[in-house]
Structure formats: structure tokens, C-alpha cells
């Protein structure tokens, strides 16, 4: 083999490394070879489950970019296209870091093989660049075609176009990649390493919503948008609103001016500008990060323990409380799990908190929704549950078990035990939060006696509901063959579906209650709902309980 050959298989391994990952992701093999019907049905199943939500995804961007032209507003699209495709790129890229850079399963395997670090690093930073640009292609091709279809550009603008939708994601993914870096390596510095990251991850997060909901945007009320009497978009209004954001947009994210630019514009400097700024922070990244690589990962991997341990005092508990605590710790020692599966309890504190602090009238009145006031307090409830029913551990804990799940079948216990655990862990999260989230609306709102009770009762309805719905939907979907938990937790259909599926539910429920349908008070009809969910949620139980355990 010459030395021309070695050096193109050089190149090629980072790809190589990334195709057999995203091979091992996509359950290619199970289609191709898996010759157990109902593991490829249920395979098939989910794929089927996951075009349809594209395709719905790709109508809506379509959808909206046909409104701006219909409003006149066409110049308007490619700021729109690019900012919303690197908000969702940053937003399901924020938290990988962690299980794709570092700590990953396979990472001594890796580090044993004859690679450059450089090498490793460009492969999993490749495996989640071709996912956010394949989430960035949802949004900038029918945005993008609604755009060229009516502007009728010259021919540079539909390249600019084409190739922006390969470098858009580029520098979210690198945002991503530096936060989940910075966390995980201020982390390793300390004893509890998992729990620090942890703290600090949800910490940035809170900060970054706080900001979000204290920065200004305009002197334009929400209220004015929307009829809520026809339900109609307020037409005028919106055209005042939109060309302030987009201009908005502009100023906070380069990107979107410097496209705006190149593609209205046509100003290829704009456009060269962009392009070097996004391959160059990638490049700058792949750089900087393989210089302290391995010593983060060492530092991950490694585990102090006490040189003068002594045998205190050992105790005991039954099945139940053993099987809790260790799905407990299972969720909170992965800063992957604790992160994403904790993040709507976070956020329902902070709504809360807010709220309380600012004051419910404000709020309103600041949105133009000062009439619609009464409503709050009877949705104060459902937007509680809706929030904490994001946090939904139960629909995964069946499936964090992996490969060692035969472990567990091969204990002597009974499958309504194991469950009773999963339920346990997701309710020792949501419970707590969700009382300490209706406490303080009921402060804020000064509710009455009875009012106070249904804000506190009908989050508890339905939370118990999502968590007995969690074990129905991981009893049927869980898959074990998953390499990092990233995998499951971000990119599983089972993940999204126990973390907005709950939700869904909810605000139909929020939404019959609350605009008069029925010819019953509000109280009442919460009542009924309340009564209806709890009656669905035991039955629902009492069917699950007793199921086997998934093979």
C-alpha cells in the first residue's frame, strides 16, 4: 500500500467512524437483517410515526413562509429560516456534549485503535452535524422553496440558498459542543463529577430563560396578534411586529443578517463572510479541544475513593425501596438523564417563581390579555401539569437498564415491583414540584378556598396519569441495543413521545375546560376532569401492572 493510499484511508476514518455510528443509530441493520417480525414491525412502526411528524414539521415552515409572503413580507423569510433552524439545532444539540464527546460507552475501544485524537473528535462532532443539518433541511428547503418560488432570484441567490442549508447548523452545533466542553470540564474537577455537571447545566439554562424572559423586545402586545373572539391573526398588527423582530434578530445573531444580505441583497461578501465564520469555528473547535481531550476524558472515568474506609453500619431495605433508589441514582448520576428529563420541573419553578415575583396582573397586562385575567386562575392548573409533565422518566427507565436488563428478569420479582419503582422515581420529581409550582400560583393569583384546591389537585391527576402512561409507552417501545444514553434520551421516538405526549393530552383537557363548551361552570368541569383522568389512570394501571417485561 503506498503512501497515498494511507493518507486517503486517513481521511476516511472519521467518516467510517461516523457512518457506524449513525448505522448503529438509525437501526439500519435491524431492517436489513433482523429476522424477528415484530422487532422489524416495531421498527417500521416508528419510522413510519417519525416521516409523519417531518412531514407535518415541513408543512408548518412551509406554511409560515407562505404567510409572510401573503402578508408582503417575502424579503423577510431567509432571517426567519435561518434563525429558527439554529434555535432548534442548539436546542437538541445543547445537552450531547456529554454522552457524544465525552464519557461515551465505547471510549477506551475507541482510544485503543491507531487514530488521531483530532480524528475521533471530527467523527462524533460529523455524527452531530449530520443530525442538526438534517433538523436545519426540515426548516430552510420549504421555507427556501416558498422564498425562491415567489421572489425569483438569480441564480446566485439559489445557490447561496442550497449551500447555507449544509452551514447553518455549523455554528450552533459548535455553541452546543463549547457549552457541553466547558461544563464537562470544569466537572471533572471535582469529586462528583456527574452531579456538578448537572448543577451547572441546568444553572445555564436558567440563566439563559431568565434573560429570555426579562429582555424587551418591543412595545407590541401578543394580545394584539390574535382575535380571540374569530381566532383570526390580526393582520396589521403582525406586519408592524415582524420586521421589528427580524431586525432584532439581526443585531443578536450575525448569521441571520449576513444571509439576510447575501440572499436579499445579493452581497457575496455577506455570503463569504458567513461561510468562513462557520467552517472556521468548527475548525477552531476540533483544534482547541484535542489539545485537553484525553484529560477530560481521564478525569470523567476516574473515581476517588477513601484511604481510611471502615464498615459502619449496613442496612437493609425491601425489593421496592432497593429497585427505587437505584433508579433514582441511575437518573441523577447521568448528567444526560438529569438534564433533559429534569428540565420541565425547572422550568414550572421558574414560571412560578416569576409570577409570584412580577405578579400575575402585570404579566397579563403586559401580553394585552388583562380580560382574559379569570382564565388564568382556572388554567393555572393545567399549564402546571402541562410543564412538570415534560419531566417523564418512567417512559425510559425500562429501557436505561441496556443490555443488563436480563439482570433484572432474572430476579424473583414480580414485574408490578419493577414498575412500581419506575413510578416511584418519575413521581419523586413531579409530586414535590408540582405542589411547591400550585402553592405559589395560588399566592400570586389569591385564589379562593376551592380554587386553590383544584390548582393543587389537577396536576396531580394528570401527572400520575403521565407516569402510569410512561410505563404503558416504554413497556411497548423500549429498545436496549443503544450505545450512549443520548441515543435514547434525545433521539428516541419513545423519549418524544412521553415528553410531549403527556403535555398534548393536557391542554386539550385545559382547553375544554376553559372556553365554555360545556354547559357547566369551570370549577365543575375541572372536577370532572380530574375525577375522569384519575378513573383512566387506575385502570390503566391495573392493565400494565402485571405485564411482562419487554424482551
Request: proline share 3%; glycine share 6%; net charge positive.
Given at each position: 500500500m503506498n503512501t497515498k493510499d494511507v493518507k486517503l484511508?486517513?481521511?476516511?476514518?472519521?467518516?467510517?467512524?461516523?457512518?457506524?455510528?449513525?448505522?448503529?443509530?438509525?437501526?439500519?441493520?435491524?431492517?436489513?437483517?433482523?429476522?424477528?417480525?415484530?422487532?422489524?414491525?416495531?421498527?417500521?412502526?416508528?419510522?413510519?410515526?417519525?416521516?409523519?411528524?417531518?412531514?407535518?414539521?415541513?408543512?408548518?415552515?412551509?406554511?409560515?413562509?407562505?404567510?409572510?409572503?401573503?402578508?408582503?413580507?417575502?424579503?423577510?423569510?431567509?432571517?426567519?429560516?435561518?434563525?429558527?433552524?439554529?434555535?432548534?439545532?442548539?436546542?437538541?444539540?445543547?445537552?450531547k456534549s456529554n454522552g457524544e464527546f465525552f464519557n461515551f460507552s465505547d471510549y477506551d475501544l475507541v482510544m485503543s485503535l491507531p487514530i488521531a485524537v483530532r480524528t475521533i473528535i471530527s467523527s462524533r462532532f460529523l455524527n452531530m452535524y449530520i443530525w442538526n443539518t438534517f433538523i436545519a433541511f426540515l426548516v430552510m428547503f420549504p421555507m427556501g422553496m416558498t422564498y425562491l418560488f415567489f421572489e425569483q432570484p438569480n441564480f446566485i441567490t439559489y445557490l447561496f440558498w442550497f449551500?447555507?442549508?449544509?452551514?447553518?447548523?455549523?455554528?450552533p452545533t459548535v455553541i452546543a459542543a463549547v457549552f457541553g466542553t466547558v461544563v464537562t470540564a470544569i466537572s471533572s474537577k471535582f469529586k462528583y463529577t456527574n452531579a456538578v455537571s448537572t448543577v451547572l447545566s441546568i444553572g445555564l439554562v436558567v440563566v439563559f430563560l431568565i434573560f429570555l424572559m426579562t429582555a424587551s423586545t418591543a412595545n407590541f402586545g401578543f394580545g394584539e396578534l390574535v382575535d380571540f373572539q374569530t381566532g383570526t391573526i390580526n393582520t396589521d398588527a403582525f406586519s408592524n411586529l415582524a420586521p421589528f423582530v427580524s431586525d432584532r434578530l439581526n443585531q443578536l445573531y450575525l448569521p441571520t443578517k449576513l444571509f439576510k444580505e447575501a440572499v436579499v441583497d445579493g452581497k457575496l461578501l455577506s455570503f463569504l463572510i458567513f461561510v468562513v465564520i462557520s467552517v472556521g469555528l468548527y475548525f477552531l473547535f476540533l483544534q482547541l479541544l484535542s489539545i485537553k481531550y484525553k484529560q477530560i476524558n481521564t478525569a470523567l472515568s476516574s473515581h476517588s475513593s477513601k484511604g481510611n474506609y471502615k464498615i459502619g453500619v449496613l442496612r437493609q431495605s425491601g425489593v421496592l425501596m432497593a429497585l427505587y433508589k437505584k433508579t433514582l441514582m441511575r437518573i441523577l448520576k447521568s448528567t444526560v438523564a438529569a438534564t433533559n428529563l429534569l428540565i420541565g420541573c425547572v422550568m414550572a419553578i421558574l414560571l412560578a417563581v416569576s409570577t409570584l415575583l412580577i405578579g400575575p396582573e402585570k404579566i397579563v397586562q403586559s401580553l394585552e390579555l388583562g380580560e382574559y385575567f379569570p382564565i388564568l386562575k382556572n388554567s393555572a392548573g393545567y399549564v402546571i401539569a402541562a410543564m412538570v409533565s415534560m419531566t417523564n422518566t418512567a417512559t425510559i427507565s425500562l429501557a436505561l437498564e441496556g443490555k443488563n436488563v436480563w439482570l433484572?428478569?432474572?430476579?424473583?420479582?414480580?414485574?408490578?415491583?419493577?414498575?412500581?419503582?419506575?413510578?416511584?422515581?418519575?413521581?419523586?420529581?413531579?409530586?414535590?414540584?408540582?405542589?411547591?409550582?400550585?402553592?405559589?400560583?395560588?399566592?400570586?393569583?389569591?385564589?379562593?378556598?376551592?380554587?386553590?384546591?383544584?390548582?393543587?389537585?389537577?396536576?396531580?391527576?394528570?401527572?400520575?396519569?403521565?407516569?402510569?402512561?410512561?410505563?404503558?409507552?416504554?413497556?411497548?417501545?423500549?429498545?436496549?441495543?443503544?450505545?450512549?444514553?443520548?441515543?435514547?434520551?434525545?433521539?428516541?421516538?419513545?423519549?418524544?413521545?412521553?415528553?410531549?405526549?403527556?403535555?398534548?393530552?393536557?391542554?386539550?383537557?385545559?382547553?375544554?375546560?376553559?372556553?365554555?363548551?360545556?354547559?357547566?361552570?369551570?370549577?365543575?368541569?375541572?372536577?370532572?376532569?380530574?375525577?375522569?383522568?384519575?378513573?383512566?389512570?387506575?385502570?390503566?394501571?391495573?392493565?400494565?401492572?402485571?405485564?411482562?417485561?419487554?424482551?
Open positions: 484511508k486517513r481521511k476516511n476514518l472519521s467518516w467510517l467512524l461516523a457512518k457506524n455510528r449513525l448505522i448503529e443509530q438509525l437501526g439500519w441493520n435491524v431492517f436489513r437483517y433482523e429476522k424477528d417480525r415484530r422487532k422489524r414491525n416495531s421498527k417500521i412502526a416508528v419510522a413510519v410515526a417519525i416521516g409523519m411528524v417531518l412531514l407535518m414539521i415541513i408543512s408548518y415552515c412551509g406554511g409560515v413562509a407562505y404567510g409572510y409572503v401573503y402578508l408582503g413580507m417575502t424579503d423577510l423569510i431567509p432571517s426567519i429560516a435561518i434563525f429558527i433552524s439554529s434555535v432548534l439545532t442548539l436546542t437538541f444539540s445543547l445537552f449551500v447555507s442549508i449544509f452551514l447553518v447548523s455549523l455554528i433484572i428478569k432474572s430476579l424473583p420479582i414480580s414485574p408490578k415491583t419493577l414498575y412500581d419503582s419506575y413510578l416511584l422515581t418519575n413521581l419523586t420529581f413531579t409530586i414535590p414540584t408540582s405542589i411547591v409550582c400550585s402553592l405559589l400560583f395560588s399566592i400570586s393569583l389569591k385564589t379562593s378556598f376551592i380554587e386553590t384546591i383544584l390548582i393543587i389537585v389537577t396536576p396531580l391527576s394528570f401527572l400520575l396519569f403521565t407516569a402510569v402512561g410512561g410505563i404503558f409507552i416504554g413497556n411497548r417501545m423500549a429498545y436496549y441495543d443503544w450505545q450512549d444514553e443520548t441515543q435514547l434520551i434525545k433521539q428516541s421516538m419513545m423519549s418524544l413521545v412521553g415528553m410531549l405526549g403527556g403535555m398534548v393530552i393536557i391542554l386539550l383537557f385545559g382547553i375544554i375546560a376553559n372556553i365554555g363548551i360545556l354547559p357547566l361552570k369551570i370549577n365543575t368541569i375541572t372536577f370532572s376532569i380530574n375525577l375522569f383522568i384519575l378513573i383512566v389512570t387506575g385502570l390503566l394501571y391495573l392493565h400494565e401492572c402485571n405485564r411482562p417485561i419487554k424482551q
